[in-house]
């Protein structure tokens, strides 16, 4: 395990901030364009995409803006990065393994369910005659 400094925290923070930002402009993108299709606003308001990915991307810029400028937000994210470095995680050898006993329960209680399902058409199917 090895230890993380203070200065790779924040890098850290600031990069998964940044991808969630940018994330939420997409969707914001997706969710204007599809208003605009939905209530054909593109026909009603001049320039509909440049101004909906306009606001988009300041509405991002903000949100990253007051994320970092909110001390408790700040702080909850940095403790959530300090726990997360606390965690042990398994090795490829004990991924592979858990990963093997799922599949395979996985597969046993498909058997189980689609037997049971197969009993109970059978039977529902009988009634029905």
């Known amino acids: 395990m090895s230890v993380a400094s203070q200065n790779?925290?924040?890098?850290?923070?600031?990069?998964?901030?940044?991808?969630?930002?940018?994330?939420?402009?997409?969707?914001?993108?997706?969710?204007?364009?599809?208003?605009?299709?939905?209530?054909?606003?593109?026909?009603?308001?001049?320039?509909?995409?440049?101004?909906?990915?306009?606001?988009?991307?300041?509405?991002?810029?903000?949100?990253?803006?007051y994320i970092f400028k909110t001390p408790k937000i700040s702080t909850f994210l940095q403790e959530v990065y300090n726990e997360t470095v606390k965690v042990v995680w398994p090795d490829r050898q004990q991924t592979w393994r858990h990963t093997f006993v799922i599949m395979i329960a996985v597969t046993i209680m498909g058997f189980i369910f689609g037997f049971f399902d197969f009993g109970a058409n059978y039977l529902l199917g009988l009634v029905n005659k």
């Not at 914001?28 to 990915?53: H, N």
């Open 8 to 65: 790779d925290g924040k890098k850290w923070i600031q990069t998964s901030v940044a991808g969630a930002c940018i994330l939420l402009g997409y969707i914001l993108i997706s969710f204007f364009e599809k208003m605009g299709e939905w209530f054909t606003l593109e026909a009603r308001i001049p320039y509909f995409f440049a101004l909906s990915q306009v606001i988009s991307v300041v509405v991002s810029v903000v949100v990253f803006g």
